[in-house]
């Protein structure tokens, strides 16, 4: 099918959720940009080995479809996923209710929504390796949850449900695959709520009367069966023998690996959570129990329909299908093209439907493949900057030789027409430098464009519901004629660098305003022996030529500060990526929760914005924004002890609370703690998961406990003691566990067990409103069977339903000075600025000084 070369202009569905014209001659290209390659956001174009090209043949033939459902980045089955994939050849999907938001990080300091971030990246480099489709809901994740029942109230159980059934009836699964079951067994009330869902969205995804405004888009879906994957972990063996059951650690011979090898790689992807895991080789079996449906006796889609009888007039194309599958030279893969061609156009004469539209993807892809066109547009800038112009950079190659006529190339407005013959492996270049108008969208994840609620996204954009990753910044629209049929490949445009030890990376294009402004504080504590604060902010004139003026705003709306002053506020950019660090001082006010800055140029309101890049090699780059804002927070703050040694953790951002609070910081590593005179320090304070990541910490138990009984206060945050982080060195003068007790509910009732004891004391009287505010939970990883003629304990505290528990803060006398162990979360609370959390850790500091402990 030609598509007539036509400039006429109309508005067509976008993926980005903007209303935005696009050339006719694109439009057919819509099927393949709704559903990029899983390489779309990697790091490097993937090319296909002959054997992944004789996969995905083989794959044309197979018109099934499941989906797996779980809560989180890592709870998912990536033995089964690449079973089901690459072994029976199934569209395969995992829906993950939430971005991870909520969990720990092993790698860094990052949390809540930029935990998220990591986590999305992560889960998507699994994919790409086992070769599954990922899917999101707008549920964010707020933590540890102990049932359903609190589940639901933060995520609006309605809303969510409502995006399960928008994936169900956009993915048409024959099958469903549960991680938990709907009773509990999982343990966090997240995979129970993700169970409950699935089940529930059988029926409503085939209801027309259910989420009736997404029929505008689809159509309703009726899936075949519900399964639970029933498992063996964590204690808990749900698996039964009356079970059906199916042996997923077979070995594919096209790929090289047992799926049990390719499963580890992808898991191992979860490095955030420490989830690194060996490969596995040999039988392993996987069981299933039906939640809806009938329960299969001989296989997972018994009674679904699985070739191309699936649609009418569909054997006519298994023919042409089974002919290219026999034909298929490993050597010389070009030698198909001309075939898949014949079979692009033989599956357009087919009925519209889902599996036509799905199979034109896959034929898509194939020819792009097998002809070994390499197309590439990238840039040699990391930033598009919005009023500045970019140079793109495009390079084309026929490497094979295919029948190949390079016709177009669009960009945004840029549209050129070349009708070149692509000679063999000859390396086509050019470039094209392009104007960013003001009105180029950042590039943002598109679930933080909007304020969130306490449980959700708020994501308006249907299309947008589900998609895993930001949109590109930039995409090319390259338009070929192969064996006289034309076809429109999408690229996102890259930035593309080489690093000297790394080699070639490709990583996203990122469009930026004019000027960027981060302030170096984001909580500024306010106490009231000093009411005045001070601070400053980092801005970058990312576009040389750009004026503007800083405000300072007790809100967005621009209600501007009168007593706040800054030490210069005009900036003129010379230089691109010139940088300033501009102090800023003065009383706030009692009234102001926050501080906006902006950067005003001429009638441009605040053409600037709090840029955030988040860094790790095994992910591509990641850049969000949002205003430029203080949290002001006024504590009732007094401290005794002012030298502190900060042993970094896994990560965290408490010894930057700690500088707020007044004490002077010293961070204390392997190289530090083997140097210094440890005396020096009033208090020294271990980061989250410290005994967990370093296992040095095992070289210094001694010099600690020395440290400890001459005086000194050495105060642990917590650790696991799970199969996922084992503690590796001593901790404490005497014995105690670590349990996975946890208080997950942040307004949980607190019992001062102990009220006259210094901890509650000196030098903060601490109240019940000092627990008032907190945020996600309370306390992780209880200390448990500990000596009870040794250590005290001062706090309870428990869940609704639960028995009280008074592991999370248990203090011990060591010679002249103090050991506290805690699970209580000062690194959630403190960065979110709770009062009662700074004025609490200010009394651990101090318990090694005051008379009469």
Known sequence: MDIPLCEQKLYSLN?????????????????????????????????????DMYQALRKLNVLGSVLYVAAHPDDENTRLIAYLSKDKLYRTGYLSMTRGDGGQNLIGDEQGIELGLIRTQELLAARRIDAGEQFFTRAFDFGFSKNPEETFIKWDKEKILSDVVWVIRKFRPDVIITRFPTTGEGGHGHHTASAILA???????ADASRFPEQLKYVQPWQVKRVLWNTFNFGGNNTTREDQFKVDVGGYNPLLGKSYGEIAAESRSQHKSQGFGVPASR?????????????????????????GWKRINDGQTVQKIIDS???????????????????????IHTLEDGYWKEQKLKEVYQLIAQCSGLFLDATTTEQFAVQTDSIRINFSFNNRLGTDAVLQKVAVDDFDSTFQRTLEKNRNLNFSKTFFIPASKPITQPYWLANKMAEGYFNVSDQWQIGQPDVDPAYQAFISVRIYGERFIFVRPVKYKFTDPVRGELYEPLVVLPPATISPVQDVQVITPGNKDISGSLLIKGMRRGFKGDIEVTTNAAGMAFKNISLSNNRIEVSAKNQVWEIAYKGDPGKDNEEMFFSIVEGDNRNVAEDKHEIRHDHIPYINYFHKAAVSLKYVDLKTYNKKIGYIIGAGDKVPEALEQMGYEVTLLTDKELSRNNLQQFDAIITGVRAYNTHEWMNNYYDKLMKYVSDGGNLIVQYNTSNQIGPVRAKIGPYNFNISRTRITDENSPVTFLKPAHPVFNFPNKITQDDFKGWVQERSIYHAAAWDSTKYETVLSMNDPGEKPDEGSLVIAKHGKGVFVYTGIVFFRELPAGVPGAYRLLANIIALNRKKGF
């Open 324 to 346: 290219l599958i026999t034909s298929f030279d490993l050597f010389h893969p070009e030698y198909s093209v001309e075939g898949l061609v014949r079979l692009y156009k033989a």
């Open 15 to 51: 993926n980005s959720g903007m209303r935005k014209t696009i050339p006719l001659l694109y439009l057919t290209a819509f099927l393949v940009i709704l559903s990029l390659p899983k390489d779309a956001f990697s790091q490097s174009p993937q090319s296909w080995t002959s054997s």
């Open 199 to 205: 089940n529930e969205a059988f029926a409503a995804a």
């Open 282 to 306: 040999g039988e392993s079996l996987e069981y299933f129990k039906a939640t809806k449906g009938d329960q299969p006796q001989g296989d997972l889609m018994e009674g679904v329909e699985l």
